[in-house]
């Protein structure tokens, strides 16, 4: 994880400030990844559970790095020792929010996150806002403050942040960080289960964001309102409820606009990889790539979309293992082979999890199970028909997205 620094004298005086030390040199970036280290780079030396950044020093000098953040001690002079590197780090990212004068918009959640950031800072790109927004999955304890630091502190920027979570306490420590003007939870459900032990947990942990915002919205109260009339997206009914929650929390900074202004904003607006974007192919085959991630109300959600698309042909579902769903895992899988059946015409299951939803699948018309994906690519590329539409789905460590890759090159 690296990041480049805009505001370098700013970064400078506040790392001063907090080591208590003067006359520290320019900045240039920050990595937390000994191997990505470039010249003047600030090198934290982070220590996990199963391994130590301090072991990475030397490397990270040598890379280039200017000084380094650790929790031990180190003979070089440009090595300072903190308690822990991610409380520092939190602690100084607290300090530059505090002195930040424009808007700030935090949004957390189960599932739509990344597109409802993205529609968030499209839409205020295009009414002539200044944005700044996290990229890539930066939402963890370090990547927030990481991703602050490479913004310009300027008053007239607005800073969009997504802020995730895998176990309690995430929500309400990043946005105590952050102090949302605006607070958004996009909705709740069985994600990182393993983590929380109960939705219960995961619904306090994401509306602790709201202990931290001036104005807060929930979007599981919030209707899927948007109409988007002739829109490449206009029948996909988790765009629409992201759009919808994206407009409402853009309605504090650009007012009222009608849906027909509305399209036209987000007429350009690019899904983000593997949130639902659909890739024709030839004979009419239609590739729905869904693969970024996966919980059981996620996969439901992209069942409902793939049933909803209109075709001569048959509607096939590739899913992958559901992670961290922690003691009912196996439920969990057997249920959604409940949800598919009378809905599509195929089901096509990889993963040892997913082997439970294959077993509990008769009754869809077409059902197979793999545990190699090279096996899997060649089957699923022989039995495609004229205009079927295939959808995959699964947890990002499945790697269906190279599967959707291979599809696709496969069948052009």
Same mark, same amino acid.
Request: aromatic share 8%; glycine share 8%; proline share 1%.
């Given at each position: 994880m690296r990041v480049d620094i805009i505001e370098t004298d700013l970064f400078v005086r506040y790392l001063s400030d907090a080591l208590n030390i003067d006359n520290l040199s320019s900045i240039t970036g920050i990595s937390t990844d000994s191997?990505?280290?470039? *010249?003047?780079?600030?090198? @934290?030396? %982070?220590?996990?559970? +199963?391994?130590?950044?301090? !072991? /990475?020093? !030397? $490397?990270?000098?040598?890379?280039?790095?200017?000084?380094?953040? #650790?929790?031990?001690?180190?003979?070089?002079?440009?090595?300072?020792?903190?308690?822990?590197?991610? $409380?520092?780090?939190? *602690?100084?990212?607290?300090?530059?929010?505090?002195? /930040?004068?424009g808007k700030t918009i935090g949004i957390t959640g189960s599932n739509g996150k990344t597109t409802t950031k993205d529609l968030i800072s499209h839409i205020l790109i295009k009414k002539g806002h200044n944005v700044s927004k996290t990229e890539g999955n930066f939402n963890t304890s370090i990547g927030v403050p990481l991703t602050v630091f490479s913004f310009s502190n300027d008053p007239s920027q607005i800073y969009?942040?997504? @802020?995730?979570?895998?176990?309690?306490?995430? %929500?309400?420590?990043?946005?105590?960080?952050?102090?949302?003007?605006?607070?958004?939870?996009?909705?709740?459900?069985?994600? +990182?289960? $393993?983590?929380?032990?109960?939705?219960?947990?995961?619904? *306090?942990?994401?509306?602790?964001? /709201?202990? +931290?915002?001036?104005?807060?919205?929930?979007?599981?109260?919030?209707? #899927?309102?948007?109409?988007?009339?002739?829109?490449?997206?206009?029948?996909?009914?988790?765009?629409? *409820?992201?759009?919808?929650?994206?407009?409402? #929390?853009?309605?504090? @900074?650009?007012? $009222?606009?009608?849906?027909e202004e509305f399209s036209e904003i987000i007429e350009d607006f690019v899904l983000p990889k593997g949130r639902g974007q659909v890739y024709s192919l030839s004979r009419g085959i239609v590739l729905i790539d869904d693969t970024y991630n996966a919980n059981p109300e996620s996969v439901k959600a992209a069942v409902d979309n793939l049933v909803r698309h209109q075709t001569k042909g048959r509607k096939l579902f590739i899913f992958g293992d559901m992670k961290e769903l922690g003691e009912n895992e196996i439920d969990f899988h057997k249920n959604i082979a409940d949800y598919c059946e009378g809905k599509i015409d195929g089901i096509i299951c990889y993963g040892s999890l997913a082997k439970n939803t294959f077993n509990n699948s008769k009754s869809i018309p077409l059902s197979l199970h793999f545990d190699n994906k090279d096996t899997l690519v060649t089957e699923v590329c022989s039995l495609l028909e004229n205009d079927d539409i295939i959808m995959l789905k699964g947890s990002r460590s499945m790697q269906l997205d190279s599967v959707a890759e291979d599809i696709k090159n496969h069948v052009k």
């Open positions: 191997r990505h280290v470039k *010249k003047n780079d600030l090198f @934290l030396a %982070i220590k996990g559970d +199963h391994f130590d950044g301090a !072991d /990475f020093i !030397d $490397e990270a000098l040598s890379n280039g790095a200017i000084y380094v953040i #650790a929790e031990s001690m180190h003979d070089n002079d440009n090595v300072f020792t903190v308690n822990n590197v991610i $409380e520092f780090i939190g *602690k100084l990212c607290s300090q530059w929010m505090v002195n /930040f004068d969009v942040l997504e @802020l995730g979570a895998n176990q309690v306490g995430d %929500i309400d420590y990043l946005s105590s960080i952050v102090k949302p003007d605006i607070g958004i939870v996009t909705n709740i459900s069985g994600a +990182h289960l $393993e983590g929380f032990g109960s939705i219960d947990n995961i619904r *306090k942990e994401k509306r602790s964001i /709201f202990n +931290h915002s001036k104005k807060g919205y929930y979007g599981d109260e919030i209707s #899927a309102s948007i109409i988007l009339s002739n829109h490449s997206l206009a029948n996909n009914e988790v765009f629409l *409820k992201n759009a919808s929650i994206a407009y409402e #929390a853009c309605k504090d @900074l650009i007012g $009222e606009v009608d849906n």
